[in-house]
């Protein structure tokens, strides 16, 4: 079955930045928009960012625009997500999920595929 696997997580200061990765395996990851969510703990999972099929459209949250940056690499079947000036806030575990269409989308209804996730704290 697909498989995703997120990684780069850790313990951060605020103001300081971490680069999350996801390898995806089993998919035909370039038919695929990539999304990253994070879900802190008592809140509902949110969209962070996504990026359609093609790396050419990129989509971000408000609260993450202008820090975060989304690429993929079909080439290696990974996306990544550059977070910089990170906030207390950020902090969240952090998934990569895989759209069912190729187009990019903000809902976690419009993915069919996530990784297990991978933990962000940014300290004050």
């Known amino acids: 079955q697909v498989q995703l696997v997120e990684s780069g997580g850790g313990l951060v200061q605020a103001g300081g930045s971490l680069r999350l990765s996801c390898a995806a395996s089993?998919?035909?990851?370039?038919?695929?928009?990539m999304g990253w969510f994070r879900q802190a703990p008592g809140k509902e999972r949110e969209f962070v960012s996504a990026?359609?099929?093609?790396?050419?459209?990129?989509y971000y949250a408000d609260s993450v625009k202008g820090r975060f940056t989304i690429s993929r690499d079909n080439a290696k079947n990974t996306v990544s997500l550059q977070m910089n000036s990170l906030k207390p806030e950020d902090t969240a575990v952090y998934y990569c999920?895989?759209?069912?269409?190729?187009?990019?989308?903000?809902?976690?209804?419009?993915?069919?595929?996530w990784g297990q996730g991978t933990q962000v704290t940014v300290s004050s």
């Open positions: 089993r998919l035909t990851f370039s038919g695929h928009a």
């Open positions: 999920a895989a759209s069912i269409l190729p187009t990019s989308g903000f809902r976690v209804s419009e993915y069919a595929y």
């Open positions: 990026i359609n099929w093609n790396g050419v459209s990129t």
